[in-house]
């Protein structure tokens, strides 16, 4: 199981940091994603973290804003989100790959969580 959280309303330039834990028989040793949808939009891939924490990718338009990292010992991964733009604006979902990539697109993915959602006002 997925639980994500810390989703809020920010202002533009505002940061928040979304966190995921896995529990259950989701290892901390998966690989870990990061997606978002917005309304009327597909849900699409924002980063991505392997299982050993060395590969990590982010989506060119999050690159230099957003962070993925993860702590294997609270089998818990985050999302730091700073500069945010009202475009960031979605339900942002975590997602777990039992094979350890950090694949970028949802089929890579057999876990999700129920997603937070994140809103950027202008």
């Known amino acids: 199981q997925l639980q994500a959280s810390g989703g809020g309303l920010v202002q533009a330039g505002g940061s928040l940091r979304l966190s995921c834990t896995a529990s259950g028989r989701t290892s901390s040793r998966y690989g870990m994603g990061w997606f978002r949808q917005a309304p009327g939009k597909e849900r699409e891939f924002v980063a991505g973290?392997?299982?050993?924490?060395?590969?990590?990718y982010h989506v060119d338009s999050v690159k230099g804003r957003f962070t993925i990292s993860r702590d294997s010992a609270k089998n818990t991964v985050y999302l730091q989100m700073n500069s945010l733009e009202p475009e960031d604006t979605a339900v942002y979902y975590c997602?777990?790959?039992?094979?350890?990539?950090?694949?970028?697109?949802?089929?890579?993915?057999?876990?999700w969580g129920q997603g937070t959602l994140v809103t950027v006002s202008s």
């Open positions: 973290i392997s299982g050993s924490g060395f590969r990590t």
């Open positions: 997602a777990a790959d039992s094979l350890g990539r950090a694949s970028t697109g949802p089929s890579g993915y057999a876990y």
